[in-house]
């Protein structure tokens, strides 16, 4: 029933070869006379083993290891600039730098248990410029590749396998939108969840969007066991209008439209983030309007804290508040939690991923050793 077939060998691998002087998978397969056989075994070193570079394959033989090695051939498409770590060591944020410059954030959670949580990144930059969202402030840089996205949980999967772990959950809740992405994203969760190479089950990755109804439509028409978690933040369209202007575009009733159609076509649960500002969504009456539009339906409401941005106009919703507005929501019968902040300290919570304009060369480096002065340091 999937609108296309997304091949994550292909997308992989046709991005490895480009990146190695290759026009496409073909041209690669012809210069060094490959059997079909050495293009599953490359994807499965990178995806399944972890591998960084074809140098490391005892599976190939010498001279064909020496070849790839000698052209270059790396299997990461993003670079490490620096990673940092929260005091309390559970949250791990990884800055990473693309190709052609563009910057990336991912946070891994690791939390009581040994379960993962890795946050990752579809876009450099957005371009929905929600009001209280420190990425959404600084702009759109570009969309990331399949490979880009996929590369962020593929490094701390390698960071974390030394330890025993593994990342259990991806959630697409990092910069970008990713529905304004939405091939090259489905692409990733096709990598991501390839029983051949990453192998993480659907159910443990979620896809978060700021409500792109005619997007909603099309991945409920995918047919997939991803979740989909909604950003509403707002009981009504003024006051969504003003902190998400996507709103405009697509109004409450069209959104909730396209939730309702989700949930008939799928019978899956519909998760809805809702950041709480101090005064501005958080009274017993925005409590109530959302209760009356959640209500009786298979929808399940996570509160957020709110963490302050850089340039914040908007204050967080006290403690007792936000228990407060969540009691209002439990009496009427509303599925509700209350989000843990987990990163705070190293600015990796929700909506604090942001990466600083760039200075360049010399004076970069200088800017991003102050910057992450309580980090590692990679290169
Ligand atoms: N574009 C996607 C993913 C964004 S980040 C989306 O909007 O859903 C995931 C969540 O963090 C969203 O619900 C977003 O609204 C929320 N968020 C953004 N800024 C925040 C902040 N400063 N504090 C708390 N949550 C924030």
Same mark, same amino acid.
């Given at each position: ?7 994550? #060998? ?10 190695? =002087? ?5 041209? %690669? ?12 075994? /490359? ?16 599976? @190939?033989?010498? &001279? ?7 052209? !270059? ?34 946070? #891994? ?37 399949? =490979? &880009? ?10 960071? #974390?396998?030394?330890? =025993? ?6 959630? %697409?809740? !990092? ?35 700021? =409500? @792109? ?14 979740? /989909? ?9 003024? #006051? ?9 575009? %697509?109004? @409450?009733?069209? /959104? ?14 519909? %998760? ?6 101090? !005064? ?9 309007? /959302? ?21 914040? &106009? ?66």
């Amino acid at each position: 029933m999937a609108s296309v077939i997304r091949d994550p #060998l292909r997308a992989w691998l046709h991005d490895v070869v480009e990146r190695a =002087g290759f026009p496409d998978i073909d041209a %690669f397969v012809r210069h060094y006379g490959l059997k079909p056989f050495r293009l599953r075994q /490359l994807y499965r070193a990178a995806t399944k083993e972890l591998l960084e570079r074809p140098g490391e394959m005892t599976s @190939l033989p010498k &001279e064909l290891r020496a070849a790839l090695t000698d052209r !270059g051939v790396e299997f990461s498409a993003i670079t490490p600039i620096a990673v940092q770590h929260s005091r309390d060591g559970q949250t791990t944020k990884g800055l990473f730098r693309l190709h052609d410059g563009a910057e990336v954030e991912a946070v #891994l959670m690791e939390h009581r248990g040994g379960r993962t949580t890795l946050c990752i990144s579809s876009q450099a930059g957005c371009a929905f410029a929600c009001a209280f969202c420190a990425t959404g402030q600084a702009g759109f840089t570009r969309n990331l590749r399949a =490979g &880009e996205i996929f590369d962020q949980a593929w490094f701390f999967a390698r960071q #974390l396998a030394p330890r =025993g772990k593994r990342v259990s959950n991806v959630v %697409f809740m !990092g910069m970008g939108e990713p529905f304004h992405n939405y091939e090259a994203v489905m692409t990733a969760v096709a990598m991501l969840n390839d029983p051949h190479g990453f192998g993480l089950g659907h159910r443990h990755i979620t896809i978060s969007t700021v =409500g @792109l109804v005619d997007r909603i439509d099309a991945f409920a028409d995918e047919h997939l066991q991803v979740n /989909l978690a909604i950003s509403l933040h707002a009981p009504t369209d003024e #006051l969504r209008s003003q902190l998400m202007p996507v709103n405009r575009r %697509f109004p @409450l009733r069209e /959104l909730l439209a396209a939730c309702e159609r989700y949930v008939e076509k799928t019978n899956r649960k519909v %998760f809805f983030e809702y950041v709480m500002l101090a !005064g501005m969504n958080d009274d017993a009456d925005c409590a109530r309007r /959302l209760a009356a539009l959640m209500r009786g339906r298979l929808y399940h409401v996570n509160l957020i804290p709110y963490n302050a941005t850089p340039d914040a &106009e908007f204050g967080a919703s006290s403690e007792k508040r936000i228990w407060e507005f969540a009691g209002i929501l439990d009496a009427a019968g509303v599925p509700t939690t209350v989000r843990r902040n987990m990163g705070r300290d190293i600015a990796a919570a929700c909506g604090q991923l942001r990466v600083e304009t760039q200075p360049k060369a010399a004076g970069g480096l200088a800017h991003r050793r102050r910057h992450f002065s309580r980090g590692a340091l990679l290169h």
